[in-house]
């Protein structure tokens, strides 16, 4: 899965320029991780795992933010990492989605909290 930002009153997201990693920690056989650049990496391509955790979007200039996460993807997986991108506008929009955008949220919850 991976987080990406919106801009603009009908959001357009950024699908590019994102320079990000996460890592997945298996207690079994070691360590493996996602990058990308189509938006935040937050969890691996463990699709049968419920993921949990959370991602936090930093802004450290202008229209420049971080991501940074940490969770689990199952009973044995650990899954942290993070990232930063600069958009061409300020943010107003965030969406969860996939690389490919045709996977579907099909279980949980997502909340947001915006301080400002």
């Known amino acids: 899965?991976?987080?990406q930002l919106g801009t603009g009153s009908t959001p357009t997201y950024t699908a590019s320029?994102?320079?990000?990693?996460s890592i997945r920690s298996i207690t079994t056989s070691g360590t493996s991780g996602t990058s990308g650049t189509a938006g935040?990496?937050?969890s691996g391509a463990n699709t049968t795992g419920?993921?949990?955790?959370?991602a936090v979007l930093t802004n450290i200039s202008t229209n420049s933010w971080i991501c940074s996460h940490v969770g689990k993807d199952s009973t044995t997986i650990t899954v942290h990492g993070g990232?930063?991108?600069?958009?061409?506008a300020a943010l107003t929009a965030v969406r969860i989605t996939?690389?490919?955008g045709t996977d579907t949220f099909d279980a949980g919850?997502?909340?947001i909290?915006?301080?400002g």
């Not at 320029?17 to 990693?21: A, D, F």
């Not at 419920?50 to 959370?54: A, C, P, Q, T």
């Not at 990232?83 to 061409?88: I, K």
């Open 1 to 3: 899965m991976i987080l």
């Open 17 to 21: 320029g994102y320079l990000s990693l």
């Open 40 to 42: 935040f990496a937050i």
């Open 50 to 54: 419920l993921f949990s955790g959370h």
């Open 83 to 88: 990232g930063d991108v600069s958009l061409a």
């Open 98 to 100: 996939t690389v490919g």
């Open 109 to 111: 919850s997502i909340n």
């Open 113 to 115: 909290l915006f301080e």
